[in-house]
């Protein structure tokens, strides 16, 4: 039976402000639908001009740069002041020196490691074999192209979550063929994980886990007898949701379908994987399909982590 939680709202033993957790839950998913819901017509306009090369490295570059900058922010502004004492000590101290340097390191390794992997399958990929395997090939702007985007998100990355989750990111914990030293740097934030600890993260590691999306799908395109190419709409919402289960704020949306980000808690699931360093090797909580299983990750967090949160 799932242990009985004994705290009611912040850090165990914290004191009680009334609604707390609600207004923090609803606050953060209109905050993130809200700001998703202002840059997709951005990248439609992006993607679609005539007068520039979108898919073009220097492009891409300065694009996910902000993306990047904008989600450590977010995560920085939640740790530092916005939640207060509802987020762990090792969560507001997490032995981490913010500089400029560290910074920029870390905003722009991960900005580099997506970017070359999105120019390689754009249209303007320097092998000719791979050019438009990404593409903004048709309007998210209307609810059909929208669902439309994100069904196929969802196939793909439940193929990714199978292949390169379960299995090779399995492989890599068990250092089978040496693998994980891949992955060695990614796991140096534990329970005191954050965004920071995204932006930390081997080349290769970064391909199999997210960026490499595109290639990765391929055999499943060609088995359902879909166009080889990928939307880029679908890859944003796989490096939104690759890092936002980094995130300090648990209530932060991942998935962005409001069935699947209450039943599925994403970034409950990659905390634990990361402080227990083994299991909860998906991304995504399939588990959490059982309420049981479900509470039982919602109780370990709190155990773990020395909070309260409510879902």
Not at 53 to 65: C, H, I
């Amino acid at each position: 039976m799932p242990r009985e939680s004994r705290f009611k709202c912040g850090r165990r033993g914290a004191g009680c402000t009334p609604n707390k957790f609600f207004f923090v839950r609803w606050g953060t998913w209109l905050f993130d639908w809200s700001v998703v819901l202002s840059v997709y017509p951005v990248l439609e306009w992006f993607f679609t001009s005539d007068w520039l090369n979108p898919f073009g490295l220097a492009q891409l570059f300065v694009l996910v740069w902000i993306l990047s900058c904008y989600l450590l922010a977010r995560d920085e502004a939640m740790r530092t002041w916005i939640l207060g004492d509802m987020v762990s000590e090792l969560k507001t101290d997490d032995g981490v020196e913010r500089n400029f340097s560290t910074y920029a390191d870390g905003t722009l390794k991960l900005t580099a490691f997506f970017a070359f992997t999105l120019w390689f399958a754009g249209d303007a990929s320097p092998i000719p074999a791979l050019r438009g395997l990404l593409d903004w090939h048709y309007s998210v702007l209307t609810f059909r192209g929208a669902a439309r985007m994100w069904g196929e998100w969802f196939v793909f990355y439940a193929w990714k979550d199978f292949l390169c989750m379960t299995i090779i990111h399995r492989a890599m914990h068990n250092n089978v063929f040496g693998s994980y030293r891949f992955h060695k740097v990614h796991h140096q934030g534990k329970d005191n994980l954050n965004i920071w600890d995204a932006t930390t993260i081997d080349f290769v590691d970064n391909f199999i886990e997210s960026a490499g999306i595109s290639f990765i799908n391929i055999p499943i395109m060609w088995l359902l007898g879909w166009p080889i190419k990928m939307h880029m709409g679908s890859m944003v919402l796989t490096a939104l949701a690759d890092i936002q289960v980094h995130s300090v704020n648990p209530y932060t949306v991942v998935w962005f379908n409001p069935i699947m980000d209450y039943i599925f808690l994403g970034n409950v699931q990659h905390h634990l994987h990361h402080a227990k360093g083994r299991d909860h090797y998906t991304v995504v909580p399939w588990h959490h399909i059982f309420p049981e299983a479900r509470q039982n990750d919602i109780e370990d967090y709190n155990e773990i982590m020395n909070t309260a949160w409510e879902f």
